[in-house]
């Protein structure tokens, strides 16, 4: 059974920093895409961040720059460095992979961003 458990989250202010974790059971993250989501009060889940197997990353216009994925494979870990971090960021945040069309989710770690 996969399961992804995401931490790290809390209360920030303007400008500081988070670093976001996703531990998983049932599965190698080194062979899958892993993603970073977040969705915001009254908005659409949206993909911030994915590290694919051979390291290669992708990012959100909007984040890229501030935030940076990264895996440690011998831990089965992904994480989201996010710095910079501003209101706007404010949301649940969610770790994601994809085994045989199957969608994996984390419970979500909330990030606020608030003086």
């Known amino acids: 059974q996969v399961q992804l458990v995401e931490s790290g989250g809390g209360l920030v202010q303007p400008g500081g920093s988070l670093r976001l974790s996703c531990a998983g059971s049932?599965?190698?993250?080194?062979?899958?895409?892993m993603g970073w989501f977040r969705q915001a009060p009254g908005k659409q889940r949206e993909l911030l961040a994915s590290?694919?197997?051979?390291?290669?990353?992708n990012y959100l216009d909007s984040v890229k720059g501030r935030f940076t994925i990264s895996r440690d494979n011998a831990k089965n870990t992904v994480y989201l460095q996010m710095n910079s971090l501003k209101p706007e960021d404010t949301a649940v945040y969610y770790c994601?992979?994809?085994?045989?069309?199957?969608?994996?989710w984390g419970q979500g770690t909330q990030v606020s961003v608030s003086s």
């Open positions: 049932g599965i190698m993250f080194s062979m899958y895409v």
């Open positions: 994601h992979t994809k085994r045989a069309g199957t969608s994996f």
């Open positions: 590290i694919y197997h051979d390291g290669i990353t």
